[in-house]
């Protein structure tokens, strides 16, 4: 009896191993993210698209974002290629360590590969990076005292940076509500704040139907996984 326990026990220890070596061999294709010492990405940019798809491969937003933005806090222009941006194509990051989340608009699929490979450093250049200097900004405190999402009063410890911007709420679940919908919070905090203000919503469908888009016509596609 005491033999088959024996054995039983380096069974399981065999088993353990084995699953060891498998998260190390097929885990590891995570690692070069997650060693990312800025940001690591969260949802490529890619596969943001795929989760709201049409069959022709053009990407929306889910329902409660599908209406045209009159007002985006994030970046307006593309990144890689200066082009005005798509609304419904963007990459998210975060860094939970840091309390960092942050979403960056493209104009395309390729931009969006691009801006994949190296995310954090986008981060920074579009939301901790002065314009004038070149060097880095300190983060934009926005000092709600409301919370954008229960409209509570926020309870000074829970607080997240968001493209540069800190927004602070009343209640650690708030603010995973926050992050499933960052923009809906936002405009409760800037209701009309200038600066974020997009002018180009209601033409994006515009320019992508027409030939002039020097990126190609590949937009992602339910199938195209990276």
């Known amino acids: 009896m005491k033999n088959l326990d024996q054995i039983n026990s380096r069974n399981n220890m065999w088993s353990f191993s084995l699953?060891?070596?498998?998260?190390?061999?097929?885990?590891?294709?995570?690692?070069?993210?997650?060693?990312?010492?800025?940001?690591?990405?969260?949802?490529?940019?890619?596969?943001?698209a795929h989760e709201h798809?049409?069959?022709?491969?053009?990407a929306h937003e889910a329902v409660e974002?599908?209406?045209?933005?009159?007002?985006?806090?994030?970046?307006?222009?593309?990144?890689?290629?200066?082009d005005p941006i798509d609304p419904h194509l963007f990459?998210?990051?975060?860094?939970?360590?840091k309390n960092i989340f942050g979403r960056i608009y493209f104009c395309c699929a390729d931009c969006g590969k691009q801006i994949k490979k190296d995310i954090g450093k986008y981060y920074?250049?579009?939301?901790?990076?002065?314009?004038?200097t070149g060097k880095e900004k300190p983060l934009r405190d926005l000092k709600n005292q409301v919370c954008p999402v229960e409209g509570g009063t926020i309870d000074g410890k829970t607080a997240i940076e968001y493209n540069?911007?800190?927004?602070?709420?009343c209640c650690p679940d708030c603010l995973a509500a926050f992050l499933?919908?960052?923009?809906?919070?936002?405009?409760?905090?800037?209701?009309?704040?200038?600066?974020?203000?997009?002018?180009?919503?209601?033409?994006?469908?515009?320019?992508h139907e027409g030939d002039g888009h020097d990126h190609g016509k590949d937009q992602p596609t339910s199938g195209d996984k990276s």
Do not use: Q
């Open 124 to 132: 920074m250049s579009l939301y901790r990076t002065d314009e004038k």
């Open 91 to 97: 990459a998210e990051i975060s860094n939970k360590k």
């Open 53 to 58: 798809g049409d069959k022709d491969g053009h």
């Open 164 to 169: 540069g911007m800190m927004v602070s709420l």
């Open 180 to 207: 499933k919908d960052p923009e809906k919070s936002m405009a409760k905090i800037l209701p009309e704040a200038k600066e974020f203000r997009f002018e180009g919503g209601a033409e994006h469908e515009e320019h």
């Open 19 to 48: 699953i060891a070596i498998a998260v190390l061999l097929f885990g590891g294709a995570i690692l070069p993210n997650s060693l990312n010492p800025i940001l690591a990405p969260c949802i490529a940019a890619e596969e943001k």
């Open 65 to 82: 974002d599908a209406h045209v933005h009159d007002y985006l806090y994030a970046n307006h222009t593309c990144p890689t290629c200066k």
